[in-house]
């Protein structure tokens, strides 16, 4: 079965910087577009980025300029690098695996990130 597993999450200081890191199992990896999402309590998920087979990307208005998604597809992982950190990225970030061919979709348990003094 399909298993996204995060791991990098914690607590960090305003201004500092995390790498999340998601190993795919289970799928094809390369025919999946590969997102980091995050959510806040009481708030829907929202796309922070997301990244093609092909490698190209796009970001939340939020994050451009600070955040970078990447993909190793020799290894099915997917990293997101935070650089430059603030209080308000404060969320559970989710990896997610969409399947383009049928339109299925797989989610990470969540990794917890903190961004506080």
């Known amino acids: 079965q399909v298993q996204l597993v995060e791991s990098g999450g914690g607590l960090v200081q305003p201004g500092g910087s995390l790498r999340l890191s998601c190993a795919a199992s289970?799928?094809?990896?390369?025919?999946?577009?590969m997102g980091w999402y995050r959510q806040t309590p009481g708030n829907e998920r929202e796309l922070v980025a997301r990244i093609t087979g092909g490698g190209s990307t796009n970001y939340a208005d939020s994050v451009k300029g600070r955040f970078t998604i990447s993909r190793d597809n020799a290894k099915n992982t997917v990293y997101l690098q935070m650089n430059s950190l603030k209080p308000e990225d404060t969320a559970v970030y989710y990896c997610?695996?969409?399947?383009?061919?049928?339109?299925?979709?797989?989610w990470g348990q969540g990794t917890q990130v903190t961004v506080s003094s």
């Open positions: 997610n695996a969409h399947d383009f061919r049928n339109g299925n979709d797989a």
């Open positions: 289970g799928i094809i990896f390369s025919f999946n577009v």
